[in-house]
């Protein structure tokens, strides 16, 4: 393990953020942007476009989830472990509408064994709040990042 890096749980957060990113077509083709990451938590960004919009000319809620579900996926696969969703639910609670600025906020509230809880906030700039998403998460066989090459400073 000498030609292993050191580095903080911030750092494997934020390389772990950067692996999954890279291959991520589906969150970089939205325009989403990672604003934080850390051990457990995310915070993702995006601003709702005119091919975001349905016939009501607000954000289609399948955007918002999705925006949602990134923010989870990056809080849940910071420890350099893959994971996954096992269960997701949103509730929209008010409208959002083109031009935007939308957050997701997520920030894990369990995890034991294999399986995670992970709380997402999604909010307007001027702070409304949009949805609230949870996800459980499951982890699965496989790393971002050789482990043999990953050793956390204390």
Not at 137 to 152: F, N, Q, W
């Amino acid at each position: 393990m000498s030609d292993s890096k050191a580095m903080t749980a911030d750092e494997l957060a934020r390389a772990c953020a950067d692996a999954m990113w890279a291959d991520d077509m589906a969150s970089q083709g939205l325009g989403l942007v990672i604003d934080d990451v850390g051990p457990g938590r995310s915070v993702l960004s995006m601003t709702v476009r005119t091919d975001m919009v349905n016939g009501h000319r607000i954000c289609h809620g399948g955007f918002i989830f999705t925006l949602a579900d990134s923010a989870f996926a990056f809080a849940c696969n910071s420890y350099n472990q893959y994971v996954v969703a096992q269960h997701c639910a949103v509730t929209f609670i008010a409208p959002a509408y083109e031009g935007d600025r939308l957050t997701a906020t997520a920030q894990e509230v369990t995890r034991y064994g294999r399986s995670g809880i992970y709380d997402i906030k999604v909010s307007r700039d001027d702070g409304a709040a949009i949805a609230e998403f949870r996800g459980q998460s499951r982890s699965v066989k496989g790393t971002h990042l050789p482990e043999e090459d990953i050793a956390l400073k204390a």
